[in-house]
Each structure stands twice: as C-alpha cells, then as structure tokens.
C-alpha cells in the first residue's frame, strides 16, 4: 500500500464513521497562528456528546516510529488551524516518549490520540456481538480503543479498552468502559435498575454521590438515553454510564475513570452508545423424543 491508498483508506474508515459531519480530505487552512496555508490530511467537523468537534487527522507514512518532536509539532499544528481534536496516525507505530507525550499532554483545548495504522483494522468489521437471554447488542470501539470479550465479572458481558492495555491494566488505572445488558423480565424499568445498582454503591463507598439526567442520543427512534454520573472520594474514581430503553431489554455502558481524568474519555462512551445495534436474540431448543 502507497501513501496514497494509505490516505485515502483512512479517509473511508472515518467517512464510515462519522456518517453525520462535514468531512473533508486534503482540506487548505489558513492558520491562526502561522498566518499561512496549512495542508490538512482529513478535516471532519460536527457535533459530539452534545459539542462541536473539529477533528483534525494526519497520516504519517513513514519507514520508522514516529518521535516525540513530530508529536509536539502536531499540537501545534491543530491549534493553528483551529481543532479542538486531533489524531495522529501512522504505520510504523510511536517512540515511548511520543506515546507518553500525547497521552499525559494537559492542554484541555486539544485532546490527542495517536493511533497504529493496524488499530484500524477490528474497527471495520461489525465489531463484537455480547447478549444476555433475548437481549442482545454489536457493540463498536471507538479511535484508538478495542473490544475485549473477555469476562471481566460474572456481571459484565464486554469491556472497551485503550490499545495494548490488558484489561486488568485498564481495570486497574481506571480507563475502560464496560457493556452490559439486563432482561425486563426481571428488572422491567431503568428506574428499577438504578435503584438496584443504588444498594451496591453505597455499601461500596457510602460517600459516594449521584447525578442524573437525560440525555439526546443521535438514533434509536428518537429514543433518549438516561447519564448517571457518580463520584466515589473514598476510592478515588469516576462512574458514567447511559442507559438506553428497548422493548425486552435494557443496554447500558459505563466508563470508569479516575480522577485526574475526568471527562476525558466521556466522547468515547458516548460515540460506543451511538454506534452499536440493538438485536432481539431467539433461542432454538431441542427436545429428546423417546419412543416406547
């Protein structure tokens, strides 16, 4: 694959991915700061977790691993062409300090991933498909994230993870987002749940506190999406999940983070509840005919 294919391949994935915004390849900028025309790979601007985004994407095609001064450069480049976001992408991967540059990087007008050109790969698939009794979902990772099948609990049936993070590593910094679905039948309303969930929280840090509201979803019918938001001082973490109501069940997924991170991951649990596809599971039973 040349550079070009390599570019224009990106520019697909993210078409795909952000069906609603304005998205432009090769878009000319005059920057803010430099007063010149700056060259963007791929400008995509809209509306995410209810704020504009303008998301600004470079492609590096390069023969060795990206160093923390093209990192530096980089910010400084979305900022002069007004982003609010950027993604940095490559195919030979990032030096340690790039990688830690970009991860631990404070200005809160920029947020920053950078991404291996093989991270794309399992986001272009339908993505993984978790269920409980009838109820059933295909769930999406968004940039930069991946979908970990593995049973983190009895009570999880899914966790969304930052690329090359083990889940009991994300478990344990408190970056990860977990899905679950739970059946009408035994608990009818998200009410219902919440109150449930409610025990377990406060013999879980008795400190802890709740905000609730209701949030607009970008699909489902025009269906809203219930946001708890729930701090535990105690232990020292973030809670945020959105419920969302359908006919036999009930999907909800919820970030864990902690506390120096606050909101930081919040557009990637937001862009997993708008992108998966609900699905009504049918069981097939056999049944062992005896003759006399």
Not at 30 to 39: L, P, W, Y
Not at 127 to 138: F, P, Q, V
């Amino acid at each position: 694959m040349n550079w070009r294919n390599y570019e224009h391949y990106i520019y697909y994935t993210y078409k795909n991915k952000y069906p609603t915004s304005n998205i432009e390849f090769d878009k000319k900028i005059k920057g803010a700061i430099s007063e010149r025309v700056r060259q963007v790979d791929l400008y995509i601007e809209g509306e995410i977790a209810g704020e504009k985004l303008v998301l600004i994407i470079d492609c590096k095609y390069f023969n060795k691993k990206i160093d923390i001064k093209i990192v530096e450069a980089f910010l400084g480049f979305v900022k002069d062409v007004k982003g609010n976001r950027g993604i940095l992408i490559t195919n030979k991967g990032f030096t340690k300090a790039a990688n830690a540059r970009a991860q631990n990087d404070q200005n809160a007008d920029i947020k920053l991933d950078i991404i291996e050109f093989k991270q794309l790969y399992p986001f272009q698939g339908p993505g993984a498909i978790i269920h409980r009794d009838e109820g059933g979902a295909i769930i999406q990772a968004p940039e930069g994230w991946v979908v970990d099948g593995k049973r983190f609990s009895s009570e999880v049936l899914a966790a969304i993870l930052p690329y090359g993070l083990s889940l009991e590593n994300a478990a344990m910094m408190k970056e990860v987002i977990f899905c679950n679905i739970t059946i009408k039948q035994s608990i009818p309303t998200i009410d219902n749940l919440i109150e449930y969930q409610d025990q377990g929280r406060l013999k879980f840090d008795s400190g802890s506190t709740v905000k609730i509201a209701e949030m607009k979803l970008k699909r489902y019918d025009k269906r809203n999406g219930i946001c708890r938001e729930t701090l535990y001082p105690q232990i020292g973490y973030f809670d945020w999940t959105i419920f969302i109501d359908f006919e036999k069940f009930i999907f909800y997924a919820y970030l864990v983070e902690n506390l120096e991170l606050k909101g930081k991951y919040f557009d990637k649990l937001f862009f997993v509840v708008n992108n998966f596809i609900p699905l009504e599971v049918f069981h097939s039973y056999s049944r062992k005919i005896n003759s006399s």
